[in-house]
């Protein structure tokens, strides 16, 4: 019976964090814009910037000074562009 008990703890801990994943994954990507005036407590996390030659859009993942958390798209130049 315990057993039982501690596998479905276990198994409603995996589906929460699942839940936790998947909002953040479908939290609204704000576009950057030169005007926008960010509120930046702490880079969660950025994307790589490619190499290819171009501009592309990356993505950083941020939380404000309130706790809030944001992803921000904006565009940079890629790494793959030579000067050869």
Do not use: W
């Not at 198994?11 to 609204?28: C, K, L, M, P, R």
């Not at 702490?42 to 592309?56: F, L, Q, Y």
């Amino acid at each position: 019976m315990k057993s039982l008990i501690v596998l479905a703890l276990v198994g409603f801990s995996t589906i929460a964090a699942a839940d936790e994943v998947q909002a953040v994954n479908n939290a609204a990507v704000e576009q950057y814009t030169y005007s926008m005036k960010l509120d930046v407590a702490k880079v969660i996390s950025m994307d790589a910037v490619p190499d290819t030659c171009g501009v592309v859009p990356v993505h950083m993942t941020y939380e404000d000074h309130q706790g809030q958390r944001h992803t921000l798209q904006y565009s940079v130049m890629g790494n793959g562009c030579s000067n050869g």
